[in-house]
């Protein structure tokens, strides 16, 4: 009876389909009247040689619209097949069927990425909710500190109570910091209201406390120096004296590893160390299934587990299903999420690439299969041994847990020493990896920094297919980043590596196509080559502008036919962004924010971000990942939850930022006078509109620099280092345009 009910369900998103299809088929074809337009503009002044006319900004104010329309093309691949899912993991087989999963969960720096939240993370991973003995916790330490290392021998300590606490009042938020600051217990359930269970909440509510003082004198008595040059140090946390009164739990196994690191050798950031985990833990518990968890990503939802299993075991699904994404959702995002944080638009097109063989890979928060990252399909007893060492490393015993089923008995060991500890030092080793395949076609690839988008990539274009699942609970829940440098540096780092991704032989347009299926490969492109969108967001902040005070029109007049291709086609892209975030269940408002972070990050995070990953291919720069801060700065999440912009960023990221603001606010002044006094503002509308729009969706900008006295606004050093480079800018302008 079990079996003959689906495990899930899949939809496509009906109504979505009918308004992108129409969307698609309007705007595409006013797109081909823009062209069309534009190209017969160019060749009438080629052709009678009108000398009045300057064909630079209109070359490049095409040149703009052109790329943008390539752009909105590949985006076009998101739109063909939306789909949701559902799942009963009700309906699974008994526990003893289940298979065994790893669990891996990577830190590397204690200070910006605090203990207190790490170990929540690492906690909330031992309580899931599956069979312990099928569960297996790996943290990676990167930064190889003291403070990591005892701060897991603590939260061992602490676990032993909370996971017996969460089993017998089936507690659904199982992050301690998390449970204790949102109470779920105010729920009307009886379970909830029993003087037992509360007596037993404030027991553990003290013995948590005890941990996190606990913590704080690890913190204060160690050094948090995260060391680039030290040996490897794996270990499988046992009991210690735990203080728990009649201990019977069982417990999930728990291995802190911190690979070797070498200052001369590369070691390839997370991918590397997700590599070292998928090596020891192949030795230890080996799992056909990882989690894959960022150290701020906690599980908020203990199900998530049986939920992945839901695809995994469904016969109807095709065995190569590589992995199942669930969305990066975050409990830090405020009410206006002023930055845009949450990346709001960025899971719909997880969910639509769904239809199309699979969403992508997004770093953190998903179940991925084994066999998929070893690139293995049907390895057999009888292989041959030299071409899978040269594939795999020379480690026999890694070579051996490559068959498919393959139990070790390290866990057996009694006392996980001797022989078997030096072979997983040897796979923690930094040299591992040389002259093998792991990072190109095994295991998580190393050629972006961007190493989760890539791997996923590569997957697909192997066959791999997957899962993206956005259950109403989220699964996961991590700490977004809410200050605005942050937000920058962490963009342009993700962009240097689609840039990296997008020149090189990997690019989706050519690699994708012959392996994928073309709408998924446009899906890969789009994120890839939506870089290039810094240089129309350049040309159409400086162009139209200086033109419009040169009384130079690049667009129709209001009473030529084609005024309403262009005036449709701005009215369409902001309408189907509106319907885009009403039904996602925002409001307009969440649509200004939308629009003005588009631009400040086109205007520097693309900019710089491509900047670094050409200077990284031809080797001028080093590739870099330093993770994000993840400790909260009180005066700066103030303003963040308030709704307040906090401009304390480099200069680099505001100078151009506040150039262009001032550059359009002349602009449309001096336009506005001008046209009143010589009666061009037919021919200039569209040449008033754009400046006016970019002010007014940024007005915030303005306050920082003009209006605002605090700490948050625009340094006036800034300001004034800005209005010289408009300068400059108007100057040179002027130059180019008169002569
Ligand atoms: O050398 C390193 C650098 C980072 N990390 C870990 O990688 C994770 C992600 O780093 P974070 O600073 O949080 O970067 P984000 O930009 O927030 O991460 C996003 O982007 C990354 C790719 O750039 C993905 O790997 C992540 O999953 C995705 O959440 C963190 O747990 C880090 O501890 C390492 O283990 N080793
Ligand atoms: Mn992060």
């Not at 698609?24 to 081909?32: M, N, P, Q, S």
């Not at 070579?399 to 001797?418: C, H, V, W």
């Not at 963040?640 to 001032?662: E, K, R, W």
Request: hydrophobic share 45%; with cysteine.
């Amino acid at each position: 009876m079990e079996n003959s009910l689906c495990l899930n369900l899949s939809r496509v998103k009906k109504s979505n389909l009918i308004i992108n299809k129409l969307h698609i088929f309007t705007h595409g074809f006013a797109l081909l009247a823009l062209i069309y337009y534009r190209t017969n503009f160019l060749f009438q002044i080629i052709k009678i040689e009108d000398k009045n006319t300057p064909l630079l900004p209109l070359a490049l104010v095409f040149f703009s619209e052109l790329i943008l329309s390539f752009v909105w093309l590949l985006n076009q691949a998101f739109q063909w097949n939306p789909i949701s899912r559902k799942v009963f993991p009700e309906r699974l087989p008994v526990n003893d069927k289940l298979p065994s999963i790893d669990v891996f969960i990577c830190t590397t720096n204690p200070i910006k990425e605090p203990s207190v939240d790490v170990m929540n993370t690492l906690i909330s991973a031992m309580a899931l909710d599956y069979p312990a003995d099928k569960l297996h916790v790996y943290l990676s330490d990167d930064g190889g500190s003291s403070v990591t290392f005892q701060a897991v021998k603590e939260a061992w300590k602490f676990l032993k109570w909370w996971i017996p606490f969460c089993r017998k009042y089936e507690v659904k938020t199982r992050c301690p910091v998390a449970y204790f600051s949102a109470d779920e217990s105010k729920d009307d359930n009886e379970k909830f209201s029993s003087t037992e269970f509360i007596a037993e909440k404030k027991k553990i509510e003290e013995k948590y406390e005890e941990f996190k003082r606990k913590l704080l004198k690890i913190i204060e008595n160690t050094s948090s120096f995260a060391s680039r040059d030290h040996d490897p140090l794996i270990q499988v946390i046992k009991d210690g004296n735990s203080g728990v009164d009649s201990d019977e739990t069982e417990m999930p196994l728990l291995v802190y590893v911190s690979r070797e690191k070498r200052p001369f050798h590369p070691h390839h950031f997370k991918a590397g160390a997700l590599n070292v985990l998928l090596r020891v833990s192949g030795l230890i518990s080996n799992s056909p299934y990882i989690l894959v968890l960022d150290c701020d990503m906690y599980c908020n939802d203990p199900t998530s587990a049986r939920q992945a299993m839901c695809f995994f075991l469904d016969s109807k699904i095709s065995p190569k299903l590589g992995f199942v994404q669930f969305p990066q959702k975050f409990h830090n995002i405020s009410e206006n999420d002023i930055y845009d944080s949450q990346l709001r638009s960025v899971w719909p097109k997880l969910e639509s690439m769904d239809g199309l063989r699979g969403s992508i890979l997004a770093g953190t928060g998903f179940y991925i299969k084994r066999e998929a990252l070893y690139g293995t399909s049907n390895i057999q007893e009888d292989v041959d041994l030299v071409q899978l060492q040269k594939s795999f490393g020379p480690s026999n015993e890694f070579i051996k847990s490559l068959i498919l089923n393959y139990k070790p008995n390290a866990l057996k060991d009694e006392d996980f020493s001797g022989l078997l500890l030096k072979e997983i030092k040897i796979l923690a080793s930094s040299s591992y990896d040389n002259n093998t395949k792991w990072g190109k076609e095994v295991g998580f690839r190393y050629f972006s920094v961007l190493e989760d988008y890539f791997t996923g990539f590569n997957l697909h274009c192997n066959g791999w297919i997957s899962v993206y699942l956005d259950p109403a609970r989220p699964c996961f829940l991590g700490s977004a980043t809410t200050n605005l440098n942050e937000i920058l540096v962490q963009y342009t780092r993700w962009v240097a590596g689609l840039v990296e991704v997008a020149f090189s032989r990997f690019s989706p347009l050519i690699y994708g196509p012959l392996r994928m299926s073309t709408l998924q490969s446009m899906c890969y492109a789009e994120f890839a080559y939506e870089f290039l969108i810094f240089l129309p967001i350049y040309c159409l902040a400086i162009v139209p502008q200086l033109c419009l005070l040169h009384g130079i029109h690049l667009y129709p007049k209001a009473s030529n036919p084609f005024f309403i291709v262009f005036s449709f086609l701005f009215l369409s892209s902001q309408l189907k962004h509106m319907q885009e975030i009403f039904s996602t269940g925002h409001s307009i408002r969440t649509w200004a924010i939308e629009q003005r972070i588009w631009m400040l990050r086109s205007l520097t995070c693309y900019m710089y971000g491509t900047l670094n990953g050409i200077l990284e291919m031809i080797g001028l720069r080093e590739a870099s990942f330093s993770p994000t801060d993840k400790a909260v700065n009180d005066e700066r999440h103030k303003r963040y939850q308030m709704g307040i912009y906090d401009f304390q960023a480099s200069v680099l990221l505001l100078a151009p930022l506040c150039t262009l603001y001032i550059l359009n606010l002349v602009a449309f002044i001096i336009g506005v006078v001008k046209i009143f006094h010589i009666e061009q503002a037919s021919e200039m509308f569209i040449q008033l509109f754009i400046p006016l729009f970019g002010i007014l969706i940024n007005y915030p900008l303005f306050e920082g620099m003009f209006l605002r006295k605090d700490d948050g606004r625009v340094a006036p050093s800034i300001t004034l280092l800005s209005a010289a480079i408009c300068i400059i800018i108007l100057s040179f302008g002027s130059l180019v345009l008169i002569y």
